[in-house]
């Protein structure tokens, strides 16, 4: 048997912190839990969390860029800013306090109990140093809905580590972040795994991003099959009929989809739109680059009707004047949508078919009854993202890559001339990226179809690309 080496002595002297099947959590050490959607990093982590560990664990899921779980979120609070009501909006010194006194109450709880908690004293001291260390300062009088996704990370995880946890786990924490917040959350990452007792794990469904301070990457593997676009689904696709136009849409092909003649929107105090120029044409595919904050989500929210400030600019849908008379029903008929952001609302627990036969409907959850017919159509965009055998499954037991599948079909179902894919790609290992992106190419083989695409990450963008908004 050959001798241990130094660094296997090393290892087998420090704390075992916790152990799951699969996984041992080794005090000095720092993990990252990969593997494909539906692969089990859930499950892993649920158990992970149960785990009775000294020092607590604290768990932190990131669904998308912003803000909490909240239905009224979605359609409210970001685009009605202007609308705040002080007294019951947060911010971010309000919540800091918060957390910050139930630490307190916390470690004192336990030094009653002969435990070896901070004291007041070395709480400040820790508080100081957090606020120091992620420049928490100058974000104490934001509202916490107003910070940008970089900004937001540095808040949760301060507020975690008042209270000293012995792990931090963040569930998809580089979601929505353009290249310069994930180095800088990279970096923060290192100066949590290097300055404090708490060990770090990620939960990914990839590799792309790594910080350096991980040493140990555990892949779970699936045992399902990888889902793919294949020859007889991308020919179903192809051959779909041309769906009857009415009369909102346009009946010129080539008519123009979008127009923005010098559209300005200010949140706070701050400018997100300056006066912008631009006009998306029937048959175009367009990448909206730009880096968070810079207002991409915002200038879908208004092609999406969902932004209450579009009355007051001078915008056309569909060849329409904003506030000319026409519905929002009328401009939703024809856009199929996704984003983090209904992702992060939709929380329905409904068959997933159900979620699907949403989108015929535009309604968060199913308020209409569908036709057999229309089930029919649902089941044809579901076997085409490979999540047919998920129909009947509750949607809020469905992993977060499975439930982001069911709103991309959602986005499909009812043939939308205007496809608006807002990250589109958020939560998805490298398999079904690559078949959502072929889907969404092939989609856009078909006559009179227009594409409005945002992603952080280059090769996330689909090569059927021809134009780009840089904001």
Known sequence: MPAASPSDLATNSRKLIASVPGLEIIEGKHYAITGDNAAGKTLLTETLCRCPVAGGIRYIPFRDTYGPADGSYYLQK????????????????VELDRAYGAALAA???????????LSPGEMSALRERLYGLFGIEELLDRFTISISSGELRKYQITRALFSMPRLLVLDNPF??????SRASFSALLDTVAASFETTVVLVMPDRRVMPSCITDIVNI?????????????????????????????PQTPGAEIVRCNG???????????DRLDWVVREGEKWVISGPNGSGKSTLLSLVCADNPQSYACDIELFSHRRGSGESIWEIKRHIGYVSPEMHRAYRKSIPAIKIVASGLFDTVGLAFKPTPEQYDCCRFWMGIFGI??????????????????????RAFVKDPELLVLDEPLHGLDPG??????????TFMQRPRKTLLFVSHFLSERPSCIDRELKL
């Open 432 to 441: 079904r990226s690559a078949m959502v992106l072929d889907i969404v190419e």
């Open 263 to 273: 559209v300005s929107i200010r949140y706070d105090g701050t400018t997100i739109l």
């Open 107 to 117: 470690a004192e709880r336990e030094r009653a109990s002969g435990g070896a908690a």
């Open 388 to 409: 047919e055998d998920l129909e009947q499954r509750d949607y809020m037991t469905l992993s977060s890559g499975e439930q982001r599948l069911c709103l991309l079909a």
């Open 78 to 93: 970001r685009w009605n800013r202007q609308d705040i009501e002080e007294e019951f909006t947060p911010t971010v010194r």
């Open 221 to 249: 593997d699936s045992p399902a099959v990888r889902p793919v676009l294949t020859p007889e689904k991308r020919r179903s696709i192809l051959e779909l009929p041309a769906a009857a136009l009415d009369g909102f849409y």
């Open 175 to 180: 979601i929505g972040l353009d290249e310069a």
